[in-house]
Structures are given as structure tokens and as C-alpha cells.
């Protein structure tokens, strides 16, 4: 397991022509990742190879346990990364409109998004690669929004790329029917294909405004997230199954008889009664009936599975769970120490790919939201956010917030920005600006309201006083 092939074509546009040719060429690669995709599949949902062990001596003693260790490590990357929702926000240097920014969000929302982000990123996080694609759809009651995101499984949709500028120009996903029919359906930037077997059937333009289905790779080799440490996870597989076999052994340990001479019978009576009767051969040959066992070592086994997880964690960039020893640490020391620091470059990492993929899901689906739709934005005018969970040194960030405020110097978007205080700095900027104001304002009205009052005030006290002299 060395990373999903990406699949090239020389091929820098494709039409009727020349598609069944290249879909060929593309299905010969397609078909090596995909046994692939299907091996990491099932090693993800617990179907390892420690199932099909077999041993030569003591074969009835054979146990095959499945730490799911893959399990643990898809699970927690993808929690990770997708620890709240993707939020879509006004870029940086843009004017985006922010009314139509919340209403993309609440499309969304409203599409179950959410979900199928985590579906992605299950799939990318096993294999190397997800696909998802985005298509109109006709609003109604239960889904608002006027296109629809699916996540497409990875085991029939590939991409097809040009081999000069890497560029994609053919996406294709295909179903297989009851009687071993295979549809395929084929996406251009400006046509859609459908193959039937081996027949062109469906030749027609469309104005998605780019390929609707889009590769969301985990990185460049295509790798999955637990396929770098397959053999350390098949290591532990076997040593917790050793470790059983050795209990087990233990337990049902042999009898060796020395000059005891026993029958079938005696051996059936044996295991039965549990007592054997015996005599010594003579004065010079004692008989003897003693267990055959020595216990494997628990402490030197469990040294060996700890360091192997260990090493686990490490290269997939997962935290510990160890805790260490020291009570006088600081945060920013227990983060290093335990791997979060780690975790959180590799999320970073992750981020940014992620982020290159959904440009290319945005472009098509801003094109959708202005043509059947009531959303005008440009893709350059919206910034992709992950909102993970943002409360540690909430405390040192708000007096950073604070401190440049008071800088007249810096501009208030700037305090907001990297002050890392708030998800959304942008709109948290605008939403308190908005406050400001309308506190400014509130504040002017009471400032005019009360020099009225004093106004009429001192008018009133100058009649009162008027009206005594004359009296």
C-alpha cells in the first residue's frame, strides 16, 4: 500500500470522440485503486488480516483478536478536523455581502452539510480520496437550497486529470445493476456522457460552469491516514493474539509422563476423574507425571504493544493518552509533550488541501445560486473558515483584543484578526461595529434629551424668577 495512482490523460479536451478511449485507459488505473480502496475499506471496518491466521503447532489454540487501531485513528482525525462546521466568510480584502454569506450558510445548514463533510472525510482519511458532487436541485420543504451535495463513494468515481497542467477534465462515476450492467456517468466542464457498458448513449451540453464532481485528496500521494503503519497494526494484532494463546496455553498445559506407561482408557479417565494412578518401574526408574507449561512474559509483551502504539501515535500525528508525570506543567508544555501540537500541524495541513478541492466545489455552486438560485457572490469574495473549538487562552486573547483597540494606531479589523479571539473575525468585526454605532447613537440622543431638559429647565427658572421680581 503505497498511495492511490492519480489517473492522467494526454488528452487536453474530450469530446464523443475520443471519450470511450480515454474512459478505458482511465478504468485499467481505476480498477488498481480501487482493490485497493476495498482492502483499506475493510481493514477499517475491522476485517484484518490476524482473521485468517493460522498456526502449526497447538492449532486448536488460536486466537485472532482485532484491535481496531485504524478504527481510532480515522475517528479521531476526522473529529478533529471537522470539530464544528465550515463556515463560508467574507475574504480577506473583499466586500462580500454579508446578508448573502449567511444565507450560503444557511443553504448549508439546511443541506446537511455537516454530515456529509464527515462522510468525506471518513472516506479521504481511510483511503487517500473522496469525491463529492454538487448538482441542481429543485428547492422544496425539506431542502431549501438550490443545489444538493452528495458524497460520492470512492470505490466507483475517479477523476481524470491532464497530464501537462494536472488540470481535471473528465469526472466519472458509475452503477452497477442486478445483471452486471455498468452505467457510467461522465462529466466534462461543458458536457455530460453516458456510457452504457461499452456504448455511448447520452451526448449533452450543460452550464454547471465546471466538472460537478470533485476529488477531495488527503494529500499528494493519495495515502490514507492509517496506511503508512499497516504493518505496525498488524504487529499489535499479533501480539494481542499471542499474548490470549500464551493465557490459553498456559491453562491447558500438557502432561508429560516419564516411565508412566497409560492407555486411552486411562487417558479418557484422566480427563475425566482428573486422577491417574501409578507405580515406579523399579527402584531405579521413577515414575513421573509433571505439567508441561511455561507462562509467557505479560511485562515484556506489554512493553512491546505500548511501543509499537506508541510509535503509531507518532507517526499519524495523534496526542497520547499517557498524561505524564509532572503536575507543575503548563498548557503550552502538556501540548508539546503529549502530541496536540503535533495533531494541530497535520490538521493545518489537512486545511489547506481541503480548502483547494472546495474552491473548485464553490465555483460551480455560486454558478448554480446565480443562475436558478438568489445568491450573487464571487468566489474570490468568500473565505473558507474551519470553526474548530477556540476557548484555550481565551483569557491572554481577549487582553490581546484589548490591547490593540486602545492602539490607535491599528485598525479595529486588524484587533479582531489576530487577536484569534473569534472564529469569524470578519463578521465578528461588523457585528460589534453595528453596536458601536447604534450605542453612539443611543448615547448623542440621551446627550440632546438631557441639554433639552436643562435647557427648558433653566428657561422655566428664569420665568419663576422674573415673575417674583414683578411681583
Avoid at 475517479?158 to 469526472?171: C, I
Avoid at 448554480?368 to 438568489?374: K, L, P, Q
Avoid at 472564529?423 to 450605542?439: H, M, R, V
Wanted: hydrophobic share 35%; with cysteine.
Amino acid at each position: 500500500m503505497h498511495g492511490r495512482h492519480v489517473i492522467i490523460t494526454g488528452t487536453e479536451e474530450i469530446t464523443a470522440e475520443n471519450l470511450l478511449n480515454v474512459l478505458n485507459d482511465a478504468l485499467l488505473w481505476h480498477g488498481r485503486n480501487r482493490s485497493e480502496i476495498i482492502y483499506l475499506w475493510n481493514y477499517y471496518c475491522g476485517l484484518q488480516p490476524i482473521l485468517e491466521r493460522v498456526k502449526e503447532v497447538r492449532p486448536e489454540i488460536c486466537n485472532t483478536i482485532v484491535e481496531n487501531r485504524a478504527f481510532e485513528i480515522v475517528d479521531f482525525k476526522t473529529g478533529f478536523l471537522f470539530d464544528e462546521p465550515i463556515q463560508y466568510i467574507s475574504s480577506r480584502g473583499e466586500s462580500a455581502d454579508n446578508q448573502a454569506l449567511l444565507q450560503l450558510n444557511h443553504y448549508i445548514a439546511t443541506d446537511e452539510n455537516e454530515a456529509e463533510n464527515c462522510d468525506l472525510a471518513d472516506w479521504f482519511h481511510i483511503c487517500g480520496t473522496a469525491f463529492r458532487s454538487v448538482m441542481p436541485h429543485q428547492p422544496d420543504e425539506e431542502n431549501s437550497a438550490p443545489f444538493e451535495l452528495t458524497t460520492l463513494n470512492p470505490m466507483n468515481t475517479f477523476v481524470v486529470y491532464e497530464r501537462k497542467r494536472k488540470k481535471p477534465v473528465l469526472g466519472v462515476n458509475y452503477v452497477t445493476d442486478d445483471n452486471g450492467n455498468v452505467r457510467y456517468s461522465c462529466y466534462t466542464e461543458h458536457q455530460y456522457f453516458e456510457v452504457f457498458n461499452t456504448t455511448l448513449t447520452v451526448v449533452q451540453n450543460h452550464i454547471l460552469g465546471g466538472i460537478p464532481i470533485i476529488e477531495y485528496p488527503l494529500n499528494m500521494a493519495r495515502i490514507g491516514a492509517f496506511e503508512v503503519v499497516l504493518p505496525l497494526l498488524d504487529a499489535i494484532n499479533l501480539a494481542e493474539s499471542d499474548r490470549l494463546d500464551g493465557v490459553e496455553q498456559f491453562v491447558q498445559s500438557l502432561l508429560a509422563f516419564h516411565n508412566v506407561d497409560i492407555d486411552e482408557e486411562g487417558a479418557k479417565a484422566l480427563r475425566d476423574l482428573g486422577i491417574i494412578k501409578y507405580r515406579d518401574v523399579d527402584n531405579t526408574m521413577k515414575g513421573e507425571v509433571e505439567f508441561l507449561n511455561h507462562e509467557l512474559n505479560q511485562t515484556q509483551t506489554e512493553v512491546l504493544v505500548e511501543h509499537m502504539y506508541n510509535t503509531v501515535l507518532t507517526i499519524c500525528n495523534m496526542p497520547n493518552r499517557n498524561g505524564g508525570s509532572s503536575t507543575s506543567d503548563t498548557g503550552k508544555a502538556v501540548q508539546m509533550r503529549d502530541g496536540w501540537s503535533s495533531a494541530k500541524v497535520a490538521v493545518k495541513r489537512t486545511e489547506r488541501i481541503f480548502k483547494r478541492s472546495e474552491r473548485r466545489m464553490l465555483k460551480i455552486l455560486l454558478n448554480i445560486c446565480r443562475v436558478i438560485g438568489d445568491i450573487d457572490l464571487q468566489e474570490s469574495e468568500i473565505g473558507i473558515r474551519f470553526t474548530r473549538a477556540n476557548y484555550e487562552d481565551i483569557q491572554t486573547k481577549a487582553q490581546v483584543l484589548d490591547l490593540l483597540l486602545k492602539n490607535g494606531k491599528v485598525h479595529p479589523s486588524l484587533a479582531f484578526e489576530y487577536s484569534e479571539l473569534f472564529t469569524d473575525p470578519a463578521t465578528a468585526y461588523a457585528i460589534s461595529a453595528k453596536y458601536y454605532e447604534e450605542q453612539q447613537e443611543k448615547q448623542q440622543a440621551q446627550a440632546r434629551l438631557q441639554e433639552n431638559s436643562q435647557a427648558v429647565e433653566s428657561t422655566q427658572n428664569k420665568q419663576d424668577v422674573k415673575q417674583t421680581q414683578n411681583n
